[in-house]
C-alpha cells in the first residue's frame, strides 16, 4: 500500500528495470501467441468465415463480412510476431500496453475466424449480447467504485446485486415492473447503508462484513425461495422490461442494435457511469469523497464530515447495485433462481480493479468480460473441438489474466479498506 | 449442546489465554451471537407464514437432530469434519493476512484427485492406498491453491479475486473431468465418477453399534489437523513468521522473512487442508463425485474461522457447532418442514455478531465489563 512519492535514485532505477523486464516479457508472450496462431488457428485451416453483420429486415443491409480463414490467421500471425519481436529487443516501455492489447485483440480475432471457418455467424448479434451481459458488471464495477472512492471495500456488491434481483422479482410480480426496479433500488441502498454502519460505525473488518452479507442476503434469498414460491409462484412471476429502440439511432448497422436497441437497464448503466464520472471529477464533492478515500485525517481537518461522506457513498453505491441486481430478473428472466447472480458481482470488483477505480474504466473492462461471456455462448453453438467447459472458463481466466496485471499496475485509493477513528 | 462447548472451550481458552476481555471476546460475545441469530431466525419464520408451534418444533428438532442421540451425534460430527478441516486452512491463511475465498474449489479438485486415485489401483492394500487417495487429495488442493498464492506473490493480483476465479472455474473442470471416459462411470450419461474402491474408503468406525451411521475415520485425520496447525502456527518458526507477516508485513520483510515464498506456502497450505477436506467427503461420505459434491463447506469454511478467531481449538468448537447446525437443520426440515436454507440465514447472523463486537456490546450492555474497551478488530 505505501506508495513512493519520491523514489530515491537506486529505487527509481529498479522501477526502470522493472518496466523494461515487463516489456520483454510481453514481447516473449506475443511471439508465442503469434505461434499459437500460427500452428493451431491457421495450420490446416481451410474455407470462408462468415460473419453475419444485419438482420433480414435491417433497413439499412450492410454486405456480410467474409473472411478467408487461413491467409488472415497467417497475416495475424505475421503482425503478431512481427510487434512481439519489436517488443522483445527494443524493449519500447511506451508501447507495451499498446502492443499487448491490439496483440490480444488480433489474437481473439484470429480464434473467431478459426472457430467459424467454413460456417457463418452473426457478429451484431454478439456484440449486441456482449452489452447486455456486461451490464450488471458494469453496474456492479460501478458500485464498486462509488464506495472504493471512499476508501470501503465491497466485497457485498454479489450479496447486494442478488437482494436486488430478488426484491426486483418480489415486488415486480406484485406491482408492476416500474415499483419493482424501485423497491430494487431502494433493498440495494438498503444493503448499502447496513455495510457502512458495520465497517463505519462498528468498525468490522471490510472483507468479512462483505462476505457476511453476501452469505445473509443468500441465505434468505434461498429460504424464501424453496419456503414460499415453492407454494405461491404467482409471487415470482415479473414483467420484464423489452428492448426500447432510440429513433434513427437504432437503425445504424452494427452499432445500433449494439447500443441504441436495449432495455433500460442498458441506457441506465451508460448513463450512470456519466453521471458517477461527472460527480467524481468534476464536482466539490465528488473531490470530497475522493479525499476521504486518499487520506481521510486530512479530509477530516479540512472540515469534511469523513464518516458521512462514507455512508452516503457507499449507499449510493448500494442503490447501483440493487439497480443492476433488477436487471437479472426484470431486465432479462422475469423470475428469480437462488444463486443466480453467480460470482458476477465478483467479476465486476475484477472490472472496477482493472479500469483502475475509475467508472468509464470500469465499464470498457464489463465489456471485456461482456464480450468474452457472449463469445463462449455463441462458440458453443459453432461446436468447435474446444470442450465447452473450457469455453465457459474464458471469462473467469480473462479476469485473472487482467487482475494480475499484463495491462499494467492499478493503485487503489491509499486509505482503501481501513476503518478511520475519528480522534 | 452450545452451552456445553462454551463452558469446554471456556476452560481451554483460559488456560491458553487468562484475563476478562479476552473472556468476553472468546465466550461472551458468542454466546450472545448464537442467541441473537436463533431469535432473529424464529421472526424470519413468522415472517414466512411459519406459525409458532411450527418455530418451537422446529428449534426442538434443531437441537434433537445434532445432540439428540447416537446417530445424531455421529451426523454432528460427520458434517463437521470436512468443515473443520477446511477452516483450519483458512484460519492459516488469516493468520497470515491472506482471505482465502478458495476454499470451495480447492475442495472440488483436492476431492476429485482423491476419487481418480480411488477407484484406480486396484488391488493395492488399503494401508498404503487411502493415505495415497489422501495425499493426492491434499496436493491437488493445495497447487490449485498454490496458483492464486503464487499470482498474489508474483504480480500482486489480489487474493480474493483469483480465488473466487478460481472457484467458478473449478465447478467447470469438475463438470469436465467427469465426462472423461476414464473417470466416468461405466452406462452413465450423466457426470457421475467410478465408484472409490474399498480399499481407498475411509473405514467407517460405528457400523458395530448400527450399519447406518455415517460417522469415519476422517475424523482422525481432522483432530490430528487440529492438532498438526496448533504446533504449526505456536510451536515452529514457520509458524511465527505466517504470524508475523500476516500482522506486520513490512517489520516482517525487514526481519528478512520472504513474503512472497510465504504467501505461496500458505495458500498452498490452505489449498491442502480444503482438499483434504474434499478427499474426506468423496472417501469417507459419498465414495464418489457428482457435480457440486463441495455443497458449499468451502464457504462456511470461512464463517468457521472467523467464528472461532482463526485458533485451532477455536476452530474446532465452531466447526462442531456448525455441524451441529447442518445435522439439526436436515431434521428440522423433515419434522418441522422449514426449509434448510433458514440455517445459512443463522449462521450469517452468528458471524455478523462476531464480527461486531461493538453491535453486541449495544444490544447487550448487560454481560460486559462497565468499562469495556472497544472491540479489537
Known amino acids: ?296 485525517q486530512a479530509a477530516d481537518t479540512l472540515g469534511i464530515n469523513v464518516y458521512r461522506t462514507r455512508y452516503i457513498n457507499v449507499t449510493v453505491a448500494g442503490m447501483v447495485a440493487g439497480f443492476g441486481g433488477a436487471w437479472f430478473t426484470l431486465g432479462s428472466v422475469g423470475r428469480f433462481d437462488e444463486g443466480m447472480t453467480h460470482g458476477l458481482g465478483y467479476i465486476g470488483l475484477a472490472a472496477m480493479i482493472v479500469g483502475r477505480w475509475h467508472p468509464f474504466g470500469a465499464l470498457m473492462a464489463a465489456l471485456v468480460f461482456g464480450f468474452a461471456d457472449s463469445m463462449q455462448q455463441k462458440l458453443a453453438l459453432l461446436q468447435t473441438p474446444i470442450p465447452s467447459e473450457f469455453l465457459a472458463m474464458s471469462p473467469y481466466i480473462a479476469t485473472i489474466i487482467l487482475v494480475a496485471g499484463l495491462i499494467g499496475r492499478a493503485r487503489a485509493p491509499a486509505a482503501d479498506g481501513q476503518a478511520y477513528i475519528k480522534e | 449442546m452450545n452451552e456445553q462447548t462454551e463452558k469446554f472451550s471456556e476452560k481451554l481458552l483460559q488456560r491458553a489465554a487468562p484475563g476478562r476481555v479476552e473472556f468476553e471476546d472468546m465466550v461472551v460475545v458468542p454466546l450472545f451471537a448464537v442467541i441473537v441469530a436463533l431469535i432473529l431466525g424464529a421472526f424470519a419464520m413468522l415472517a414466512t407464514d411459519v406459525d409458532l408451534a411450527t418455530i418451537g418444533r422446529s428449534y426442538i428438532a434443531l437441537v434433537v437432530g445434532s445432540v439428540g442421540s447416537v446417530s445424531a451425534i455421529s451426523e454432528t460430527l460427520t458434517a463437521a469434519t470436512p468443515l473443520v478441516l477446511a477452516s483450519l486452512g483458512m484460519a492459516v491463511g488469516f493468520r497470515a493476512g491472506l482471505f482465502n475465498i478458495g476454499a470451495e474449489g480447492q475442495l472440488l479438485i483436492g476431492g476429485m484427485a482423491a476419487v481418480v486415485v480411488g477407484f484406480n489401483f486396484a488391488g493395492m492394500p488399503a494401508y498404503f492406498h487411502l493415505p495415497l487417495a489422501l495425499l493426492a487429495g491434499a496436493i491437488a488442493g493445495g497447487l490449485y491453491a498454490g496458483i492464486a498464492g503464487w499470482l498474489r506473490a508474483a504480480t500482486g493480483a489480489h487474493e480474493v479475486i483469483s480465488t473466487i476465479m478460481l472457484n467458478l472455474m473449478s465447478y467447470l473442470l469438475v463438470d469436465y473431468i467427469l465426462s472423461l471416459p476414464v473417470v466416468q462411470r461405466e452406462g452413465r450419461a450423466d457426470p457421475i465418477s467410478k465408484s472409490v474402491l474399498d480399499s481407498a474408503e475411509l473405514p467407517r468406525l460405528l457400523e458395530w453399534i448400527d450399519p447406518n451411521l455415517r460417522l469415519h475415520s476422517g475424523l482422525f485425520v481432522m483432530l490430528a489437523a487440529v492438532a498438526f496447525v496448533y504446533w504449526l502456527l505456536f510451536k515452529t518458526t514457520f509458524g511465527f513468521e505466517f504470524r508475523a507477516s500476516g500482522a506486520n508485513p513490512e517489520a516482517a520483510r525487514y526481519a528478512g522473512m520472504r513474503s512472497g515464498l510465504i504467501i505461496v506456502i500458505v495458500m498452498a497450505f490452505a489449498g491442502a487442508m480444503a482438499g483434504l477436506a474434499g478427499a474426506n467427503q468423496t472417501l469417507g461420505v459419498l465414495g464418489r463425485a457428482t457435480p457440486g459434491f463441495s455443497a458449499g463447506i468451502g464457504f462456511d469454511a470461512i464463517a468457521i474461522a472467523l467464528l472461532g478467531r482463526s485458533h485451532p481449538v477455536g476452530v474446532l468448537m465452531a466447526g462442531l457447532l456448525f455441524g451441529a447446525l447442518e445435522a439439526g437443520g436436515r431434521q428440522m426440515q423433515v419434522d418441522a418442514g422449514v426449509s434448510v436454507d433458514l440455517i445459512a440465514i443463522i449462521q450469517a447472523l452468528i458471524i455478523v455478531f462476531i464480527a461486531a463486537p461493538l453491535l453486541v456490546r449495544k444490544i447487550f450492555p448487560w454481560g460486559f465489563q462497565k468499562k469495556a474497551r472497544a472491540g479489537k478488530e
Not at chain 1, 462468415?50 to 488472415?72: E, G, I, K, Q
Not at chain 1, 452469505?215 to 428492448?243: C, I, K, M, W
Open chain 1, 1 to 296: 500500500m505505501a506508495s513512493t512519492l519520491n523514489p530515491t535514485e537506486p529505487q527509481a532505477r529498479k522501477l526502470d528495470t522493472a518496466k523494461v523486464r515487463q516489456a520483454r516479457n510481453t514481447g516473449v508472450i506475443l511471439i508465442l501467441l503469434s505461434v499459437l496462431v500460427a500452428y493451431v488457428f491457421a495450420f490446416g485451416t481451410s474455407g470462408d468465415a462468415t460473419f453475419r453483420l444485419s438482420r433480414p429486415n435491417d433497413p439499412w443491409a450492410v454486405p456480410n463480412l467474409v473472411v478467408p480463414a487461413m491467409a488472415f490467421s497467417y497475416i495475424a500471425a505475421a503482425v503478431l510476431a512481427f510487434l512481439g519481436a519489436r517488443q522483445f529487443v527494443r524493449g519500447g516501455v511506451r508501447w507495451t500496453g499498446l502492443s499487448m492489447g491490439f496483440g490480444l485483440l488480433l489474437a481473439v480475432a484470429a480464434f473467431l475466424v478459426w472457430a467459424t471457418a467454413g460456417k457463418s455467424f452473426s457478429l451484431t448479434g454478439m456484440l449486441q449480447a456482449t452489452v447486455v451481459r456486461a451490464v450488471p458488471i458494469a453496474l456492479g464495477g460501478l458500485a464498486g467504485v462509488l464506495s472504493e472512492r471512499v476508501a470501503v471495500v465491497n466485497i457485498a456488491i454479489e450479496g447486494m446485486l442478488l437482494a436486488g434481483a430478488f426484491t426486483g422479482a418480489l415486488v415486480g410480480s406484485l406491482l408492476g415492473g416500474y415499483v419493482g426496479l424501485i423497491a430494487a433500488v431502494a433493498v440495494g441502498g438498503l444493503f448499502g447503508f447496513i455495510l457502512a454502519a458495520l465497517v463505519i460505525t462498528y468498525r468490522v473488518d471490510q472483507i468479512i462484513a462483505g462476505v457476511v452479507l453476501n452469505l445473509f442476503v443468500l441465505g434468505v434469498t434461498s429460504y424464501v425461495s424453496s419456503q414460499v414460491y415453492q407454494e405461491h409462484r404467482f409471487l415470482n412471476d415479473a414483467p420484464v422490461f423489452r428492448p426500447v429502440d432510440i429513433p434513427f439511432l437504432s437503425d445504424i448497422p452494427v452499432i445500433g442494435p449494439m447500443l441504441f436497441q436495449q432495455n433500460i437497464f442498458v441506457y441506465g448503466a451508460f448513463i450512470m457511469v456519466c453521471i458517477a464520472t461527472y460527480y467524481l471529477f468534476h464536482t466539490r464533492s465528488g473531490l470530497r469523497a475522493r479525499a476521504v478515500g486518499e487520506h481521510p
